[in-house]
């Protein structure tokens, strides 16, 4: 919505949450989320035409268009418990365009949600009975966290979803003007409702089937004594396949990945086709393997016991660039090693103490963990390393000092294959990495 108030100078944008602390946030200079480039582009149209409210309601009533972004978890209860998408937060939103009213409107799903989703928002939304007319719209949104100033200003496309009928063309035409201001309109592709809700979950599955594909070739490689980055590269330069997504590591995480093809692999057993649904379930295994395989080649190496030993993990959020760690590798690493009752001094530049805590679900006076303010601090006295994100401050660490200051033997492993092998290895490390002998 920043990038879309930067761009279209005419339009105003209204942001609202029903979480204070977050709008709070968003109106200050500390914003809620790290992203290279984001603080810049709100401040640049931030109090002009860009603004953060708690004003839902009144906001709701004054708008011709309303994204609806809301998060789309996985349900953790009930039917489709673990699987399929928990869309009441969609839902609460869509009654909540109907109750205010204030004229006809066009409600745009950016949320990502299961094929058909927007069949329910309509429904809620022609109930209201209030003579005014809506338009429902699919425009999923493709950004990546750690690069999404960059995706935004310049994406792969724009997709636009509508029915086909003149208002829903219309409406359709509505919103691509608005990216057009920015995007080159051959970008921005538009189909009917069904194919643009159904696209986004199938480009988080094809991208998370990508590195599960790499990370099944990575367990094979450690076995066979081929290279794991090696043969990537020498698939990636075939043209058809590419050289993107093909970086073997501890695995994929974020808060969507996992949620959407599960959520697909839901669908799919919804419609009678328990084979396809299998299929894309396989990928989350794969991930799940890739992790406690990880797991399990530290305790292989550190004589079948972390027991009392202290481990240095260095990076939690599930990528570089970003303060997020939903569903990051580092979770279930962390709690395994925390089951093997290993103690963990952690380090991540992004990531709060708070949010590590609470994805690990553990109390803030639990002593098994130390919360460390530098990569260095994190690694003294341990008696391995564990790199989990591919910060690029990590490349620049000083390896001999932090094998100095450690336990002998010393382990490193790179859950990332981030550091050159020879500079770890000089500084006389004991050292693993993904997919190499
Ligand atoms: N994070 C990403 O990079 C990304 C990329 C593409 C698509 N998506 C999709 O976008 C959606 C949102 O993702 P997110 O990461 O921003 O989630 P999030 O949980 O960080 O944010 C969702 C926000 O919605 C607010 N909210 C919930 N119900 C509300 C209501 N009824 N009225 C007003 N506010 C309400 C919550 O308070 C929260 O602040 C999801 O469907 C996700 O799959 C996310």
């Given at each position: 919505m920043a990038m879309i108030a930067k761009q279209c100078k005419d339009t105003i944008v209204t942001v609202v949450d029903l979480n204070k602390e977050r709008i709070d946030a968003w109106n200050s200079d500390t914003l809620p989320i790290y992203e290279p480039g984001l603080l810049e582009t709100v401040q640049c149209a931030r109090g002009k035409n860009l603004f953060f409210?708690?004003?839902?309601?009144?906001?709701?009533?004054?708008?011709?268009?309303?994204?609806?972004?809301?998060?789309?978890?996985?349900?953790?209860?009930?039917?489709?418990?673990g699987k399929a998408a928990d869309l009441r937060f969609i839902e609460l939103c869509a009654r909540n365009i109907a109750k205010v009213g204030g004229g006809d409107k066009i409600v745009v799903e950016k949320s990502t949600v299961p094929v058909r989703t927007a069949q329910m928002v309509k429904e809620i939304l022609s109930e209201a009975n209030n003579g005014y007319s809506y338009q429902v719209l699919s425009n999923p949104e493709f950004l990546?966290?750690?690069?999404?100033?960059?995706?935004?200003?310049?994406?792969?496309?724009?997709?636009?979803?509508?029915e086909i009928?003149?208002?829903?063309?219309?409406?359709?035409?509505?919103?691509?003007?608005?990216?057009?201001?920015?995007?080159?309109?051959?970008?921005?592709?538009?189909?009917?409702?069904?194919?643009s809700e159904l696209s986004k979950l199938t480009a988080n599955a094809f991208l998370a089937q990508r590195i599960s594909s790499i990370n099944a070739i990575s367990a094979l490689c450690e076995a066979t004594g081929a290279d794991v980055d090696e043969v990537a590269n020498a698939i990636g330069m075939d043209s058809r396949i590419g050289p993107k997504f093909l970086k073997s590591s501890v695995g994929f995480g974020g808060?969507?990945?996992?949620?959407?093809?599960?959520?697909?692999?839901y669908l799919c057993q919804h419609f009678g086709l328990p084979e396809v649904s299998d299929?894309?379930?396989?990928?989350?295994?794969?991930?799940?393997?890739?992790?406690?395989?990880f797991v399990q080649r530290m305790m292989d190496a550190m004589f079948n016991t972390v027991s009392g030993k202290e481990i240095g993990i260095l990076g939690f959020a599930f990528k570089k660039d970003t303060n997020d760690a939903r569903e990051s590798p580092a979770i279930a690493i962390c709690l395994k090693l925390l089951e093997e009752r290993a103690t963990l001094r952690i380090y991540d530049p992004q990531v709060k103490k708070e949010t590590?805590?609470?994805?690990?679900?553990?109390?803030?006076?639990?002593?098994?963990?130390t919360f460390c303010k530098s990569a260095i601090d994190a690694t003294s006295g341990t008696h391995a390393?564990?790199?989990?994100?591919?910060?690029?401050?990590?490349?620049?660490?000083?390896?001999?000092?932090?094998?100095?200051?450690m336990e002998k033997p010393a382990y490193f492993f790179d859950g990332r294959n981030l550091i050159e092998p020879k500079i770890i290895k000089?500084?006389?490390?004991?050292?693993?990495?993904?997919?190499k002998k």
């Open positions: 409210s708690t004003e839902i309601d009144q906001t709701l009533k004054e708008s011709d268009v309303i994204f609806i972004s809301v998060n789309t978890p996985t349900k953790d209860y009930g039917s489709g418990k990546a966290e750690g690069t999404a100033i960059t995706d935004l200003e310049n994406p792969d496309r724009v997709l636009i979803g509508g009928t003149d208002e829903g063309i219309q409406a359709v035409e509505k919103v691509a003007n608005l990216y057009a201001q920015w995007i080159d309109r051959k970008k921005i592709i538009t189909t009917n409702l069904w194919s808060s969507c990945f996992q949620k959407d093809i599960l959520n697909l692999s299929y894309w379930n396989q990928v989350v295994l794969m991930n799940d393997y890739q992790k406690n395989r590590i805590l609470s994805a690990l679900g553990l109390l803030a006076n639990d002593d098994r963990i390393v564990a790199l989990l994100t591919e910060w690029e401050e990590f490349k620049s660490l000083n390896f001999n000092e932090i094998y100095s200051q000089d500084a006389g490390f004991r050292l693993y990495r993904i997919g």
